[in-house]
C-alpha cells in the first residue's frame, strides 16, 4: 500500500506562484510514475502533469498543453516525492489539485489518464483569485 501526501495549496494572486508537494510513502517501488490531477467546479478531472521512472532512470515528464509553459514538474529522488511548480496562475487554474501514483513506469500514451494510477491522495485547493 502506498500513502499520498498533498501540501502547498492555498490562495494566491494572479500572476502569483505556488508549489505543490507530493509524497508518496509505505511500499516502495523502483519504477513508479507520480503526477497531478486537477479538477475545478462543476468540471471534470483533468490530467496536469506527471513524471515516469524506472530504475536508476532520471525521469521523462509531461506537461499538459493548457498549462505548458507555466508549470513544471520534478521530483526528489531521495524522499520520493515530487513538486508541482506554478508559475504565472490565472484564475481558471483555481481547483482541487490531487496527487497520483502507481507503482509501474506507465507507457507513454497512459500517463495522462487517471484511470491508470490506483493510489491517490486528499487532494489540496488553490484558488487564484484578487
Known amino acids: 500500500q502506498v500513502q499520498v501526501v498533498e501540501s502547498g495549496g492555498g490562495l494566491v494572486q494572479p500572476g502569483g506562484s505556488l508549489r505543490l508537494s507530493c509524497a508518496a510513502t509505505?511500499?516502495?517501488?523502483?519504477?513508479?510514475?507520480m503526477g497531478w490531477f486537477r479538477q475545478a467546479l462543476g468540471k471534470e478531472r483533468e490530467f496536469v502533469a506527471t513524471?515516469?521512472?524506472?530504475?536508476?532512470?532520471?525521469?521523462?515528464?509531461y506537461v499538459a498543453d493548457s498549462v505548458k509553459g507555466r508549470f513544471s514538474i520534478s521530483r526528489d529522488r531521495a524522499k520520493d516525492t515530487v513538486y508541482l511548480q506554478m508559475n504565472k496562475l490565472e484564475p481558471e487554474d483555481t481547483a482541487v489539485y490531487y496527487c497520483?501514483?502507481?507503482?509501474?513506469?506507465?507507457?507513454?500514451?497512459?500517463?495522462?489518464?487517471?484511470?491508470?494510477?490506483?493510489?491517490w491522495g486528499q487532494g489540496t485547493q488553490v484558488t487564484v483569485s484578487s
Open positions: 513524471m515516469r521512472w524506472s530504475g536508476g532512470h532520471s525521469g521523462d515528464a
Open positions: 509505505g511500499r516502495t517501488s523502483s519504477s513508479r510514475t
Open positions: 497520483a501514483v502507481v507503482n509501474s513506469r506507465l507507457i507513454t500514451s497512459s500517463v495522462r489518464s487517471g484511470q491508470n494510477y490506483n493510489y
